[in-house]
Structure formats: structure tokens, C-alpha cells
């Protein structure tokens, strides 16, 4: 990724940090309306400490977005774990919308071209590594 990718990213990630745990709660409220069958996946699960892993998990990749690599067995162990509760591929492109969604909530306007392909091309690098565990236990 660009530098300047890599500032948007960053930039806008801030957003959701600083909104907290109400950012994470609307991102699974999207996510749920996006994709329905999401919400099944979360049934027997504690939210509020799964919206503390997503913060804690997606900052360190946010983080590291220029060396996600030195993360890939990481990500691909996070990968095995969600195919072993039912995350199936469509359910990614789910997470894209919703993380997406969420964020231009979170800064009030519509993510303009140059974030949105920053985001686009962060998220892939992030997904590429669990898709490759979760195809390992399909």
C-alpha cells in the first residue's frame, strides 16, 4: 500500500476508535442487516467481549497495515477459527460492507474514492491470509 493509502486508513479508523464500543455495536448492526445469516454465528456468543476482540484484533491490523505479513499466521489461524464456527466466504464480503458502512457513519460523510479504495485494498490484504485457513478446514 501507498503511504497515502495507509493515512487513510489510519485516519479513518481513528474515527471508530474514538466513537468506541457505540462504532462496534452499529458495525454489527449492519453486518446482521447485510447479511442475516451472521447473526446465527453470534448466538451462543458474549458481544461485549466480542466487540472488544474485533477492536483489539482489527487495531493491530490497522496497526500493521504495511506489514501484515509478520501477522499472516495469525490471520490464518483466525481464518481456521471462524470456518470451524460457520463463517463461510460470502460472510467476509458482509464484514466489508458493514466495516465500510460504519466508518463513513462514524466520520459523517461518504468515504470519498481515494479512502474507499484504501479500504478496499487493506481489507483484501487483511482477509487473504483468513480465507487461506478457513479454505484449509473446508
Do not use: C
Not at 52 to 81: P, Q, S, Y
Not at 84 to 112: K, N, P, R
Amino acid at each position: 500500500m501507498s503511504p497515502e493509502e495507509i493515512e487513510h486508513v489510519n485516519q479513518s479508523w481513528q474515527s471508530i476508535v474514538l466513537m468506541g464500543d457505540t462504532a462496534i455495536q452499529m458495525f454489527y448492526r449492519r453486518l446482521f442487516t447485510i447479511d442475516a445469516s451472521a447473526h446465527a454465528l453470534f448466538s451462543e456468543t458474549q458481544m461485549a467481549e466480542q466487540r472488544v476482540k474485533f477492536m483489539e484484533t482489527f487495531g493491530l491490523l490497522v496497526e500493521n497495515i504495511d506489514n501484515l505479513e509478520a501477522h499472516e499466521l495469525m490471520l490464518e489461524e483466525l481464518g481456521r477459527r471462524h470456518a470451524a464456527v460457520g463463517v463461510e466466504d460470502h460472510h467476509y464480503d458482509a464484514v466489508h460492507q458493514a466495516l465500510v458502512s460504519t466508518i463513513e457513519s462514524s466520520l459523517g460523510h461518504v468515504l470519498d474514492r481515494e479512502a474507499r479504495i484504501a479500504w478496499d485494498i487493506a481489507y483484501r490484504r487483511m482477509t487473504t491470509a483468513m480465507r487461506r485457513g478457513a479454505a484449509e478446514v473446508n
